[in-house]
């Protein structure tokens, strides 16, 4: 008997679209479809009866399931075990891979898991033909969940190229929110260093430009992975799939030109704050000089008046104190009229 706990979930589409699920979707603590389905001889049997078919058949793996490699081992015996290692892979980047029998393709989206970072982002990796979908995951990709809820409402992919151009505008559609919340972030903090340069937001700006460099990182080479695949002449992708793919592409661009631009701004944003840090530095640093150089010849004086040896001027007169006194204030009104003659202050 096949293990099959590593499968979140198993599809067979008919033509017309008619899905049926090829196993009991087990829900976890929040109501959404995880692993760990009780390993039976009937379920392993179902789909591999649905792969052999000619019916499109999707088949969704939890990489975190040790079952779920030697699953694929046992029965994905259509895919070389290079392809399988490039599935079950612990790192990926974003890339499309063009076979005689399929394509390999792998993606990122946005984690938008409870507790988690957005940049961090969420592979999924792809075998698709004609007939045949395996995914592999290792954490939850809202995108995929979208699709398996439109399947579930009769409204989900007719064949295999309508599987990957919807999953791919799901995909790309859940960037936006990110990358608008990130743009007006930095809005915020741009308009806050206008108002009031503070070394607080220093932190912040540096974040939001982690943020992006981090999600161009992953998102430029998608724009490769969907042009290449928009102009490949798999069977499985009509014309009407390549122009779904055109406005995922350019959406992907724009997505690139709107992270770069966010990227930019960042850094100026971070220029100005550290140049109005650095002018008020110096201001600070410019008034303490006019104060020293108020004080230099008070001190001057009142150290030579107070050396310890004979023939101190007035030493033996009562007044002598309030004398100096009214010349220091002599001194003290003399040296600001010349500071602001010469524009010191």
């Not at 198993?10 to 679209?17: D, N």
Request: charged share 30%; hydrophobic share 45%.
């Amino acid at each position: 008997m096949v293990d099959c706990s590593g499968i979140i979930y198993a599809y067979q589409i008919r033509e017309g679209g008619e899905a049926k699920s090829l196993l009991p979707i087990r829900l976890d603590s929040e109501g959404l479809p995880t692993s760990g389905i009780t390993a039976n001889e009937d379920a392993s049997a179902q789909i591999k009866a649905a792969l052999a078919g000619s019916d499109l058949t999707w088949v969704h793996l939890d990489i975190n399931e040790a079952s779920s490699k030697k699953w694929a081992d046992a029965e994905l015996t259509f895919l070389d075990p290079l392809t399988l290692d490039a599935l079950f892979a612990e790192e990926t980047r974003p890339r499309i891979l063009e076979f005689d029998t399929g394509t390999l393709l792998i993606l990122r989206g946005v984690n938008l898991n409870a507790d988690a970072e957005p940049e961090d982002m969420v592979s999924i990796r792809l075998w698709i033909d004609s007939s045949k979908i395996i995914s592999v995951r290792k954490r939850r990709l809202k995108a995929v969940t979208d699709l398996r809820e439109r399947i579930e409402a009769g409204v989900g992919p007719h064949n295999a190229g309508d599987f990957i151009t919807q999953l791919t505008s799901r995909l790309f559609e859940r960037m936006e929110p990110v990358f608008t919340e990130l743009d007006e972030l930095l809005d915020d903090a741009e308009e806050r260093v206008m108002e009031a340069a503070d070394t607080k937001y220093r932190s912040q700006i540096t974040d939001i430009r982690k943020q992006a460099i981090v999600f161009r990182r992953y998102i430029a080479p998608q724009r490769d992975v969907i042009a290449a695949l928009r102009v490949s002449d798999m069977p499985w992708l009509s014309e009407l799939h390549k122009r779904r793919l055109q406005e995922s592409l350019d959406r992907v661009i724009r997505y690139i030109e709107d992270i770069d631009s966010i990227r930019e701004r960042a850094q100026i944003v971070k220029d100005e704050l550290t140049n109005a840090l650095s002018d008020k530095m110096n201001k600070n640093l410019y008034l303490l000089s006019v104060i020293a150089a108020v004080f230099l010849p008070l001190g001057f004086l009142t150290g030579l008046l107070g050396i310890n040896v004979g023939g101190v001027p007035g030493v033996d007169d009562p007044s002598a104190f309030w004398v100096f006194s009214g010349f220091l204030s002599v001194v003290v009104a003399l040296q600001i009229l010349l500071f602001k003659r010469w524009k010191w202050f």
